[in-house]
């Protein structure tokens, strides 16, 4: 059975940074593109970055291009993402998911990122 497991979220200042990494099981990882997508209880379930199996392709949505960072190690069955200039509007549940999450409605159980000074 799939299994996903964030960590890494955490409390930061503006202007920070974290890394959040991802555990996969269950299904073969290195065939799969993997996601990270966040949810607040205002915008809901928000696309954040996807990655293609070989790590080559990436893709980001606007709010994030160019601060945030996904990759992927096919050995260990980690996906990450680094997220720099953090911003307030950054806080949410992070969550990690098989690239097709919006047709299964599944993703891990999430890490909270909180951007607060």
């Known amino acids: 059975q799939v299994q996903l497991v964030e960590s890494g979220g955490g409390l930061v200042q503006p202007g920070g940074s974290l890394r959040l990494s991802c555990t996969a099981s269950?299904?073969?990882?290195?065939?799969?593109?993997m996601s990270w997508i966040r949810q607040t209880p205002t915008k809901g379930v928000e696309w954040v970055a996807d990655?293609?199996?070989?790590?080559?392709?990436?893709y980001y949505a606007d709010s994030v291009k160019g601060r945030f960072t996904i990759t992927r190690d096919n050995a260990k069955n980690m996906v990450y993402l680094q997220m720099n200039s953090l911003k307030s509007e950054d806080t949410a549940v992070y969550h990690c998911?098989?690239?097709?999450?919006?047709?299964?409605?599944?993703w891990g159980q999430g890490t909270q990122v909180t951007v607060s000074s």
């Open positions: 998911a098989k690239e097709n999450w919006r047709l299964t409605g599944s």
């Open positions: 269950g299904f073969t990882f290195s065939s799969t593109g």
């Open positions: 990655i293609k199996p070989s790590g080559g392709l990436t």
